[in-house]
């Protein structure tokens, strides 16, 4: 009984790490260690970004599981929704509009060409956190099966599309095959647990907050374009001076 339990969360994990691996193994079996290192590197951003959302969930996953089948767990997910919401989005829409300004400042211009692959990625920021919390939704009220059924259909199919994109689009597929196979697992997981138990329900209040936190970023970005080319030149001639001989 105690291994029917938890193989579930060990088959879950398993995926997973096949998962979110399978892009880097494609790029290193397809090219070659530059074009590894160039996509590492800029998506390294992007997972530095998601950190906070899945720091979040994780602290959440406690109180998750001892509210199972009780009123309380729909307040909790749908207010934590509405939070990594308000979080996420504004952070990928100035990822979006800094992208190139981001990828010149930290890496240089060596780095320039994994500017898309580095904005199609950054995705991951929004799905990433809430799929951490679909799956264990799934999990904690026993959707065992459906799980698992998710997690092999999503990691075959991510590993099916790098197959396929990173040969014509370089590094550039992997992100878009990754984000694809991270939009369907997230999809099909709050689909599957809404058929069962209905209870994220975000109300036009959190999704006006989102909309405003998200438009401050926007307007923000655009109303300092000068400071963030002051910091990106400083920062050049910084890297000259360091280069040059003394």
Request: net charge positive; with cysteine.
């Amino acid at each position: 009984r105690i291994l029917k339990e938890v193989l579930p969360f060990w088959f879950t994990l398993t995926a997973g790490l096949l998962y979110v691996t399978a892009d880097a193994l494609m790029i290193k079996w397809l090219y070659n260690a530059e074009a590894l290192g160039i996509y590492k590197a800029v998506i390294k951003l992007s997972e530095m970004a998601l950190l906070p959302g899945i720091f979040f969930m994780q602290a959440l996953v406690p109180v998750i599981s001892k509210l199972v089948q009780k009123p309380n767990l729909k307040t909790l997910t749908t207010k934590a929704t509405a939070g990594m919401l308000m979080y996420s989005i504004p952070t990928v829409t100035g990822c979006w509009i800094l992208g190139p300004d981001i990828i010149h400042l930290i890496y240089g211009q060596a780095y320039s060409s994994g500017t898309t692959a580095f904005m199609v990625y950054n995705t991951t920021i929004i799905t990433a956190p809430l799929l951490y919390l679909s799956n264990h939704l799934l999990l904690t009220h026993h959707l065992y099966k459906q799980s698992m059924a998710i997690s092999t259909t999503t990691t075959l199919l991510n590993v099916g599309l790098n197959l396929y994109l990173i040969p014509k689009y370089w590094i550039l597929g992997a992100a878009i095959g990754t984000t694809i196979a991270s939009l369907l697992d997230l999809t099909l997981s709050t689909y599957t647990f809404h058929k069962h138990y209905p209870l994220i329900k975000i109300s036009k209040m959190a999704f006006t907050k989102i909309a405003l936190s998200t438009a401050f970023m926007c307007l923000t970005l655009f109303i300092l374009p000068d400071e963030s080319n002051t910091i990106l030149k400083r920062s050049e001639e910084h890297t000259s001076e360091l280069q040059s001989p003394c």
